[in-house]
């Protein structure tokens, strides 16, 4: 299979061959060209030309289908965005949950069509907002939610029967579903209409992020214990978002986001596959997440060959015969290390040329980040605008039209083909080592991450790789605007730790030792751990006490650091 950066072949055209010996030469003559080679974030050759020899061998059955058609290549949705637009659904999450609560009624009033939660580091890591821990941590990149009472604070007159929300959780996902599903169900919402997505992305966390608890092994029970008590009681629930977002924010390449993903994904089924669950009845509420970054081809290549990569694995690896089991439905956030201290007002154009790679590509759903956030967490102004950039795409720009709009651009079709080859051959060395587990353990995709963002870096501090406004076209203070920045309360942090505290003293002790003592025993057996998790969370019991349930049963897990 072609690497990255391995010379690819082109077909044979005359007319390209005399153009590249009369007018391209004669122009490069009396002017060089910028670069030689030019070359994609994945190391893929950009050619001087494209024409129609280069898509020789595609195969429009085969490797495009039309909308709505395997192997989805051209978009999920036969009409796609003429029907409706993606779900706009800018995450927000801070300080309090009273707060965070007003943002999103105010997100909610000015067009918002999703809610998306962040959760602080304490609520990620299982930890209270009391624990010495969370100290200085709690509400700063997140809401906490440390127990039931949190979570009906922060869903407060919310419509949870009509909009969806996304929770940006892991480690402790099963927990923080249980409290979604309780703090919905004591809102009158029934299991049927209660709609949403947990990330629930643990292997994505010790490849790139680092915010898991449990060693993989246990952590995959978890994950497959959603897959399997979602399929049963909560038809409108996603139960994972599949993320090669954190994976290319820590300085992975377009192809390796691709092909580790895509190994993600065929780890957890493989894992639901082993308890029990046949493919069709789980992999049709899978999602994936995808970071968008500005170079707008690639990106745009990259969703189309997710879409038809996951078909195909779907199909031919685990036999399915259900075109919505292969269907890859993405959720797309625009890339938050892109984003510059400097000149921040540039932010608003990096975004926008990203939130259109997202529409070009096919999202579902679509967060466009603030101008503010290399500084803080956005202000009310700037999520405004983030969210006004998403209706200017869909209301304004005519590219939500037509399904795939790029489709047969001799460019786009040949980016696709060799993009898809480049991830392949990641895909295929994973599976030579053993499989994702396997190649996590030995740091394979670690390494691979940290070296193509070493080699990024070494561009910017060069000047290979021009950023606007920090080694090229500063400002220098010149018209820099000073905006006002998102400012957290610290009295929040006392008024949150005082709320679990009342919860600890109020609560019902019998009930909530009974249920804790129940959640020790399945975690200790092979039970699906969402029923006592359920019933714990409905005592009151709090995400630290859960999380320290779960840690004495299976221990915690601590990377492995080589020298």
């Known amino acids: 299979m072609t690497r990255p950066g391995r010379p690819v072949g082109e077909g044979t055209d005359p007319a390209r061959d005399r153009w590249r010996v009369t007018l391209r030469d004669k122009a490069r003559r009396s002017a060089a060209e910028r670069r030689d080679p030019f070359l994609t974030s994945s190391g893929i050759e950009v050619r001087d030309l494209y024409t129609s020899a280069d898509i020789a061998g595609l195969d429009e059955a085969r490797d495009l289908g039309l909308p709505g058609e395997y192997p989805f290549t051209r978009g999920v949705q036969p009409t796609m965005y003429r029907s409706r637009f993606w779900t706009m659904r800018q995450y927000a999450g801070f300080a309090t949950a ?83 599903v309780a703090a919905a169900e004591a809102q009158g919402v029934e299991r049927a209409r209660i709609a949403g997505t947990t990330q629930n992305d643990i292997l994505k966390e010790y490849i790139a992020r680092g915010t898991y608890i449990f060693p993989p092994r246990p952590s995959m029970r978890l994950v497959t214990d959603v897959f399997e008590y979602c399929a049963a009681e909560l038809p409108k629930w996603n139960t994972i978002s599949i993320s090669g977002y954190h994976m290319r924010e820590a300085g992975a390449t377009a192809a390796q986001e691709l092909a580790f993903t895509l190994a993600d994904a065929i780890a957890y089924v493989e894992a639901a596959v082993q308890r029990g669950l046949d493919v069709d009845d789980f992999a049709g509420r899978l999602s994936f997440f995808f970071a968008a970054w500005s170079e707008l081809f690639e990106e745009v290549a990259k969703f189309r060959v997710a879409r038809r990569m996951w078909a195909r694995i779907v199909r031919d690896r685990f036999g399915s015969s259900n075109e919505r089991s292969m269907a890859c439905r993405f959720h797309v956030q625009t890339a938050g290390s892109s984003l510059t201290a400097q000149s921040i007002d540039n932010n ?81 060395e ?53 905006a006002p920045l998102q400012r957290i309360d610290p009295e929040g942090e006392r008024r949150q730790i005082e709320r679990v505290r009342r919860v600890r003293a109020e609560r019902d002790a019998g009930a909530w030792t009974a249920a804790l003592a129940r959640l020790a025993d399945a975690a200790r057996g092979t039970d699906n751990l969402l029923p006592p ?19 004495t049963a299976f221990g915690v897990h601590r990377e492995l650091i080589t020298i």
């Open 430 to 482: 994973i599976d030579a080592m053993g499989g994702t587990l396997a190649a996590i353990e030995g740091g394979f995709q670690q390494r691979q991450i940290q070296e193509s963002a070493y080699r990024v870096q070494q561009a910017i501090e060069t000047g290979d790789l021009v950023v606007v406004g920090v080694n090229r076209f500063r400002d220098d203070g010149a018209g820099e605007a000073k």
């Open 348 to 428: 608003v154009v990096r975004t926008t040329v990203q939130a259109l790679a997202a529409v070009l590509g096919g999202a579902q759903s679509l967060h466009t980040n603030a101008r503010d956030e290399a500084l803080a967490l956005p202000t009310e102004a700037s999520a405004r605008l983030a969210l006004r950039t998403q209706q200017i795409l869909a209301h304004e720009s005519g590219v939500t039209e037509t399904p795939d709009p790029l489709a047969g651009s001799y460019f786009v079709e040949s980016l696709t083909t060799r993009l898809e080859e480049a991830a392949q051959a990641y895909l295929d």
């Open 533 to 551: 998790i359920i019933e714990a969370v409905d005592a009151y019991a709090t995400v630290g006490e859960l999380s320290d349930t779960l840690r």
């Open 98 to 180: 009273e707060e965070t609560n007003r943002r999103f009624r105010y997100l909610l009033e000015q067009g918002q069509t999703g809610l998306s939660v962040a959760f602080d580091l304490p609520t990620q890591m299982g930890y209270d907002s009391d624990a010495a821990a969370a100290e200085g941590e709690v509400g700063r990149v997140g809401v906490p939610i440390s127990s039931l009472a949190d979570m009906a604070v922060l869903v407060g007159a919310l419509p949870l029967g009509e909009v969806s929300t996304s929770m940006t959780i892991n480690a402790t996902a099963p927990i923080l579903l249980a409290i979604y």
